[in-house]
């Protein structure tokens, strides 16, 4: 009687296994399948996204191999029916995109190291030197970023032309050269830099532009190459300012130079070329994006909010 009870329990315990391991198995392929499908839906989410993006891109490198003629008809086509590559010859020419680009090039590459020596300097006075009314100071800086720039337009462009600016490389780089941001980003980046290495340095006797040049700028450099790709970006596509206080041929950026570069004096304009002068200016941008967005994203991410 007891051997077939004790048989009557491991047959018990065995069916028990198998339904617990049934179970087991059942909440795993349910767990597989749940993560499958998220899985799915969100790559089907993020290439819906990128095709949204991608799309304007896309439509402009064909309208700028189309002739005009097939630009303009009724139904667009996705695809050109013939491929013009000579409409970016006839854009680099029409637009002197060659004088475009080295104007740009140049108040860029000014401005942007003008801004990297003033912004340098004043992070490093609010995260190192200490003053009186300095966080005042500081907060008072902050509070310029709630106002937006299109305020200050008409009274920068009142007192630029009192200075007898107008039309002039001065005007393209000087308003502009203070950042308020930028000086907060690497402020905020200075704040991480152990306080005891620049205590230790003036002990030793250290200058304070030499620990700036020796410590902290290499400690920053993810911050600073950031800042510097956003400032450049900035002046390859600023577009309000210049038109307003440069609009001249000597010194017209190249934002302003695709206007009316392609419309000629019956008001007709000529798209596929202009969308060719739009695809040129537009590759260096890409480039930069594709090549330098580790460094943009790093040195952000690396500012944190200490202090």
């Known amino acids: 009687m007891k051997q077939d009870e004790k048989v009557t329990m491991q047959e018990t315990a065995t069916v028990a296994a198998d339904t617990t391991d049934k179970s087991v198995r059942r909440v795993a392929v349910q767990q597989t399948i749940v993560k499958v499908t998220v899985q799915v839906l969100l790559y089907a989410f993020l290439i819906f996204m990128a095709l949204i993006v991608l799309f304007p891109f896309y439509w402009m490198i064909i309208s700028s191999l189309k002739s005009l003629e097939e630009y303009r008809l009724a139904v667009p086509t996705l ?7 000579k409409n970016y010859a006839d854009a680099f ?13 140049f108040v860029g590459v000014v401005s942007t190291l ?10 490093f006075a609010f995260a190192r030197l200490e003053f009186k009314g300095k966080n005042t100071l500081f907060a008072a800086l902050l509070a310029t970023m709630m106002i937006p720039g299109e305020l200050f337009t ?7 032309s009192n200075f007898g600016w107008l039309n002039s490389y001065v005007v393209l780089i000087v308003p502009f050269l203070v950042s308020v941001f930028y000086i907060y980003l690497l402020r905020q980046n200075f704040m991480q830099i152990p306080n005891e290495l620049y205590l230790a340095a003036k002990v030793d006797g250290t200058t304070d532009l030499k620990y700036l040049w020796k410590v902290m700028i290499p400690l920053a450099l993810p911050t600073l190459i ?3 790709i956003l400032k450049m970006m900035g002046a390859w596509n600023s577009y309000i300012w210049p038109r307003l206080v440069a609009n001249d041929d000597a010194h017209r950026l190249i934002t302003n130079g695709l206007r009316n570069a392609f419309t000629d004096n019956s008001g007709n304009t000529n798209y596929p070329v202009q969308m060719a002068a739009v695809a040129i200016v537009s590759f260096p941008l890409f480039l930069v994006f594709v090549f330098l967005r580790k460094y943009i994203m790093k040195g952000v991410s690396r500012s944190g909010i200490k202090g």
């Not at 020419?93 to 090039?105: D, H, M, Q, W």
Request: proline letters at 2%.
């Open 79 to 85: 695809w050109p029916r013939t491929i013009l590559f």
């Open 114 to 123: 003008l801004s990297l020596v003033i912004t340098v300097l004043s992070a």
């Open 93 to 105: 020419v029409t637009a002197k995109l060659g004088r475009l680009f080295l104007n740009t090039l």
């Open 154 to 160: 008409i009274t920068n462009y009142s007192t630029v």
């Open 226 to 228: 950031s800042i510097t």
